[in-house]
């Protein structure tokens, strides 16, 4: 957590939104942070500062960057002995690089704030049911403060008689005589700084309409201004939210910039050329030009078009990827603004060196069987944290980051390295955490009532003790990895593939680096035309489809898979990699309601005994879980699956109830342990 020296107007605008930081008083600040909403009209002084790394955070809207902004900022810098590291943040976002002396981000805390006060996140589905209904108005267009360009708009309406067509408000100050005021309700009335018109906003005026017409803060390109910006204020992001298509009278390439932000626009209705004239005037003719032609037509041509049966898969697909978007790109603007301080506080070199590709070639693994280990770094917490991949983490990972601290005159107290490899013989240092994340991401599900993973019923158990299994096994199985298929050619080599529900849902892209398709992966490996064959026809789906990364698909089963067989053979994440221990979802995810046997790395079943967990012996043979050699491990796995496919219904009937004892302890185990921690567990992982 940062200590911060918060000072200037508004600051609340910065603390809302970093709520994590220090704002006390301390003898000890990282940096400064001055909030302006006008900073070449009212700079803070050099002596506020409290240390030599400031953020200014500007909030400005209005006034340019070239003719206003930066020069103020180069000539505050300029008054101080010491070399001041400074990031500027502003509305503005950037088409081109800059060349200054300080740091900038495009950061727009409008999108804090209207991501806060959205009422709901269910729009979409409100328009969705309502998108057949004819609605009373064709647009939608709120002009709040007068100036040139709204006046221009406004008559345009007036003059082309499409004001009746529209809810438009106009002038809510009485600047002008009454019949020229157009008032809708308090959305248009002045806000306090702090609301500024984004909490109370009357949604039914963009339900009961088709379109807006947005008249920007900002419209004049500026003179002399070279430098290629565009502003958004709220409000374009109020649009997006209210599920409205739009037209857009704002500065030159702001659809454009839209576009670059990840956001989709409407040139298929209509013709967006407008967004590429510089000149001011013709930019506004071309634009009224489009509104025009799309005007003239009556509300029934409007409502097919922009409202029709097929409204999902045409502007409505548009409309829910840009409300959706909204989160994306507000959680994506401050994940950048993080990194920005990062690099204002932190080692600059040390940061280089990590997001560097030769550093991430380092301590990223990856073998011949597609295992890799990455590692992320939060270097912008205390102490800083490296966070193991998803998948494990090594201790010569470890090693090399531990070289790389000290390098940079970094102890063990100041850092902290995060790992979910669960090899009980290793020897980790004392700034390092085991946690295994996987248990309880699999366990949460278990309180989820939307998704189909829950502790059997008394209902579910009898029709498990009872109902005639049409298999002996499940195997399921998505990324190709080589014990996988190795595993899927020994079931087709001893003819039990009929006994077996057996998935493999992998894409053509879903293969070891290097090869050209999946199937050349697969045929390296030199197995029978019968595997070959099984592949070349792939996906085999019981349960994920290709590509699926859905969490909550990920960890439910289908009950009737289970129902129907004995046992599930799993296949694990890793197999061959020695200097890890790593237990997934697959494995917890059938601890506590299925019996299985594990094609992974010696030991697991250990470790899940550790926990507490009982395992299956009255099913298997579990000896294999200590043999440490892979070959042999792998043989002595399948060897048992395909016994226990020829033995007889009735033995392993008994074989199987026997192992209810395991199951109803296993989730008495979870119960009590995972699902009360799985916050504290969470936040950890």
């Excluded at 071309?286 to 009556?298: E, G, H, P, Q, Y």
């Excluded at 409204?311 to 920005?340: M, Y």
């Excluded at 019996?595 to 298997?620: A, E, N, S, W």
């Excluded at 395909?642 to 074989?655: F, G, M, S, V």
């Amino acid at each position: 957590m940062y200590n911060v020296h918060l000072f200037g107007e508004g600051t609340d605008t910065f603390s809302n939104i970093f709520t994590e930081y220090n704002y006390n008083n301390s003898d000890n600040y990282d940096f400064d942070v001055y909030v302006t909403t006008h900073f070449h009209g009212n700079p803070c002084n050099i002596g506020d500062l409290k240390t030599e790394k400031l953020i200014i955070f500007n909030n400005d809207v209005c006034h340019s960057l070239k003719g206003d902004l930066f020069p103020s900022i180069n000539e505050f810098l300029n008054q101080s002995d010491k070399k001041i590291k400074c990031l500027v943040t502003a509305t503005h976002y950037i088409i081109e690089e800059l060349s200054e002396d300080f740091d900038y981000c495009y950061y727009s805390q409008t999108t804090n704030e209207l991501s806060e006060n959205t009422a709901t996140r269910d729009l979409p589905i409100l328009f969705r049911r309502d998108v057949s209904l004819l609605r009373q108005k064709k647009f939608l267009s709120f002009n709040r403060r007068v100036q040139k360009d709204r006046k221009a708009l406004y008559e345009f309406l007036r003059d082309n008689d499409f004001l009746k067509d529209g809810w438009v408000s106009y002038n809510p100050h009485n600047q002008f005589p009454d019949e020229d005021s157009l008032i809708l309700d308090n959305v248009d009335y002045d806000k306090d700084a702090e609301n500024r018109g984004m909490a109370d906003w009357n949604m039914g005026l963009y339900m009961t309409s088709y379109f807006s017409i947005i008249n920007e803060t900002q419209f004049d390109f500026g003179e002399n201004e070279d430098i290629s910006s565009v502003n958004f204020s709220e409000k374009v992001f109020k649009t997006i939210l209210g599920m409205h298509p739009f037209l857009l009278l704002a500065q030159p390439k702001a659809l454009f910039a839209l576009k670059e932000l990840g956001f989709k626009t409407f040139g298929d209705y209509w013709d967006e050329s407008y967004d590429d004239e510089e000149n001011d005037g013709k930019r506004m003719e071309r634009c009224f030009d489009s509104i025009k032609k799309f005007l003239v037509n009556d509300i029934q041509y409007i409502h097919r078009k922009l409202s029709s049966v097929d409204w999902i898969d045409s502007i409505g697909k548009i409309l829910e990827h840009n409300f959706n978007h909204f989160f994306v790109h507000n959680n994506r603007q401050r994940k950048n603004l993080e990194t920005k301080i990062q690099n204002l506080v932190h080692d600059r070199d040390l940061l280089q060196i990590v997001e560097s590709t030769e550093f991430r070639d380092k301590v990223r693994v990856v073998n011949q069987h597609i295992s890799e280990f990455n590692l992320n770094f939060n270097l912008d917490s205390r102490p800083m944290k490296v966070h193991g991949d998803w998948d494990c983490s090594t201790l010569s990972q470890y090693q090399i980051v531990d070289d790389l601290f000290k390098k940079h005159g970094y102890d063990k107290s100041q850092w902290i390295f995060f790992t979910n490899n669960l090899r009980e013989d290793i020897k980790w240092d004392s700034n390092v955490e085991v946690v295994d994340p996987h248990a309880p991401r699999v366990f949460h599900h278990l309180t989820n009532p939307n998704i189909e993973y829950d502790f059997f019923t008394t209902e579910q158990l009898k029709i498990l003790k009872t109902h005639t299994k049409s298999h002996i096994f499940s195997c399921y199985n998505r990324f190709p990895r080589k014990h996988r298929v190795l595993c899927i050619d020994e079931i087709l080599s001893r003819n039990i593939e009929e006994r077996g529900l057996i998935s493999f849902v992998c894409g053509d892209d879903e293969r070891l680096p290097g090869t050209n398709n999946l199937m050349d992966y697969i045929k390296s490996f030199g197995l029978s035309d019968k595997t070959n064959k099984y592949f070349e026809t792939s996906p085999h789906i019981l349960d994920l489809q290709p590509h699926e990364e859905d969490d909550n698909k990920c960890i439910q089963f289908n009950f009737d898979d289970v129902k129907n067989t004995f046992f599930n053979l799993v296949t694990e994440t890793f197999f061959y990699e020695k200097d890890s221990l790593f237990i997934s979802e697959k494995t917890y995810k059938f601890l506590s309601f299925h019996p299985m046997i594990i094609l992974g790395q010696p030991y697991t079943l250990k470790h899940l005994r550790k926990l507490g967990f009982k395992t299956f012996p009255d099913m298997f043979d579990e000896s294999y879980d200590e043999i440490e050699d892979d070959n042999e491990r792998f043989f002595t796995v399948m060897d048992q699956v395909e016994k226990l496919c020829h033995e007889p219904y009735e033995t392993l009937y008994e074989r199987y109830v026997k192992c209810f004892d395991s199951i109803l302890h296993n989730q008495k185990i979870t119960k009590e342990r995972y699902i009360p921690n799985w916050k504290t567990i969470e936040g950890l992982s």
